[in-house]
């Protein structure tokens, strides 16, 4: 199967069969690997690859932290309360300086400038606060002023926010200092590596 396919049914199993809330960014990103910009309307999802050099990779992955907060998140009430605030005309803005910032972060990394795109990547997250209330809570707004109190550039939560995992691109030879400091506070780091290939697929036995 191709990535677009295997995007599309992975998005109706959750969505429509399910019955999950939710965008359609996890499974393309999953689907496709790599580094990407998605454009989604009404004709469908477009992705296209930001190509980043192999060395801007790897010291990317070196000064990356994903670590799990400690406190699950109920996405659906999350994403109900951003599709209000939209349709009020509250996060407009928000939305369209979240949209034109991952394509300047794209642009960074391809220049091969991490700490530009951590420096983007901190004030997306202030936009994406924006969105709703529940994006963010005082026990993430600490964590956060941790990290970069002790080496991170920028970061944010993951998926729609309210709790789960946190990513930061952090100074080069300060990561582990970051990661010691947000132990300390409960949370749990993890171990990820990018993947530059995304789903694979295989035939049965017997197709």
Known sequence: MYPDEV???AYRLERVD?????????????AYGGFNLMDFDSKGVRVQKVDIDDDVANELQYRSLLCYTGTSRESADIIGSQIASFNRGENEKALDESKRLAKEIGKALMD???EKAGILL?????????????ISNKTINNLYDIAIKHG????????????????????Y???????QE???HGV????????????????SKNE
Do not use: N
Not at 122 to 134: G, L, M, N, P, V
Not at 152 to 171: L, N, P, Q, R, T
């Open 7 to 9: 995007a599309k049914l």
């Open 18 to 30: 399910i019955g999950l809330k939710g965008g359609k960014q996890d499974q393309y990103a999953a």
């Open 112 to 114: 091969g400038d991490i």
């Open 122 to 134: 901190h004030e997306s997250w202030e936009y994406k606060k924006q969105f709703s209330e529940k």
């Open 152 to 171: 991170a550039i920028g970061g944010k939560v993951s998926g729609a926010g309210g709790g789960g995992f946190m990513y930061y691109i952090c100074e």
């Open 173 to 179: 030879d300060r990561k582990a200092e970051v990661a």
């Open 182 to 184: 947000l132990l300390k």
């Open 188 to 203: 749990i780091v993890t171990d990820f590596m990018f993947d530059p290939k995304g789903v694979t697929s295989w035939r």
